[in-house]
């Protein structure tokens, strides 16, 4: 909840106090500097625990399997959809 | 090219910092640090979307777009779950309950954790974090050689919080703000269709 509050906080900023090109470049490089941090403390959390580590060999091909076929299938109607679904004009 | 490699880079060393230099002991002030970059990282998507003429313009075509988008990864992702739930021998209730947690791997594990068995909840748990980490490297590669609404897909639930700041990069306000809202949609839905998916 408090993440929403955070992006729509954000948006009404941006969309009521007209922000310079600068600051918005600013905030560009410090938002790439965030995700890093944040995807290496999730490849921490990740690395820390020690039930995932453990179980890998036994659920690790499962769940690869789900994950590829779920991320593919999603990709391939979703790309279908739009082909087939959206006059762009 | 660049952005997917740095992306790769530091969750890998992260994995291997989290294996080899902190103790589990640390899980929770970890999950503090990482719902403080995600909460100063969403303001800074906000602002960006904020300053955008185009966030706000179009609302029905975006309608148009959203449903489209939603309801093809709502089908994809379950095509998906039932072939690797017929590959791996797994009944199609199960198969349905861990795909349609879309991403989010705090959540769904947990659900499946009380109402199924403890291997269905860790597969669940593992299938969602690895399609989070699909999606942060698929984003990019989608968004630069397909089109920018196909890399919208991979995201799932996760379209709202951590792989939104991606979509943001790698796309325009324009389909930030359409992948927001599926992630919404998505997010809202997950703690039905596990419970009533595995249910069946």
Known sequence: ?89 | MLFTLIIIVAVFLGILTGHFFISPSEMENLNLISSYFLTVLLFSVGLDLGSSKDTFKDISKKGKLLFILTSAVILGTFTGGLIAGAISNMHYNASLAIAAGFGWYSLAPVILNKIATAEIAAIAFLTNILREVFAIILIPILAKYVNFFTALAPGGATSMDTTLPIVSRATDPNHSVISFLNGAILTLLVPFLVNFLYSL
Do not use: A, R, W, Y
């Open chain 1, 1 to 89: 909840m408090s993440l929403v509050i955070s992006l729509v906080l954000g948006m009404g900023i941006g969309f009521f106090l007209k922000l310079n090109k600068n600051i918005l470049k600013i905030n560009s490089k410090i938002q790439l500097l965030i995700l890093i941090g944040l995807l290496f403390s999730m490849g921490m959390s990740l690395g820390i625990n020690p039930d995932i580590i453990k179980n890998l060999k036994t659920i690790g091909i499962t769940s690869l399997i789900f994950s590829s076929l779920t991320v593919f299938f999603s990709i391939l109607f979703v790309f279908l959809f739009h082909k087939f679904g959206v006059k762009e004009s």
